[in-house]
């Protein structure tokens, strides 16, 4: 598995949401909570900050789904950081709710297609 050196990226719309996604460089539990609460402290006005994280070849995992509906989010950032093949990592996605509901499916692909698109930055 491969670590990530440089913070990475991206944006994504889908039915007036906007998903903004980041990922950085991470060694430890303490480590990531401090990243995350740098995102939620920037973007206090979004409505969910998911993320997930991968340690020492996906021995550490944690994720959050952070008022998404559960498996939505978190499982699924998680899941594109493992089929990328890196690890030592966080990802974390900042949602703009647009008033359009998404439903379980469509809240998957947009999560999937968020960290994609940033990990595809690099």
């Known amino acids: 598995m491969e670590s990530l050196k440089v913070i990475l990226n991206g944006k ?8 903004l996604s980041f990922a950085e460089p991470c060694k430890s539990i303490d480590e990531s909570q401090d990243i995350v609460k740098k995102y939620k402290k920037k973007y206090h006005d979004a409505k969910h900050i998911c993320w997930a994280l991968s340690i020492d070849n ?4 944690c994720y959050s789904d952070n008022g998404e509906p ?7 950032i998680f899941k594109e950081i493992c089929a990328a ?3 030592n990592l966080i990802v974390v996605v900042i949602r703009y709710f647009g008033g359009v509901k998404l439903g379980k499916k469509g809240l998957s692909e947009a999560y999937k297609t968020s960290v994609n ?6």
């Open 70 to 76: 559960s498996g939505t989010a978190g499982i699924q």
């Open 117 to 122: 698109i940033c990990l595809s930055s690099k």
């Open 58 to 61: 996906g021995e550490t995992t």
């Open 12 to 19: 994504y719309k889908m039915q007036r949401s906007e998903f």
């Open 85 to 87: 093949n890196l690890t």
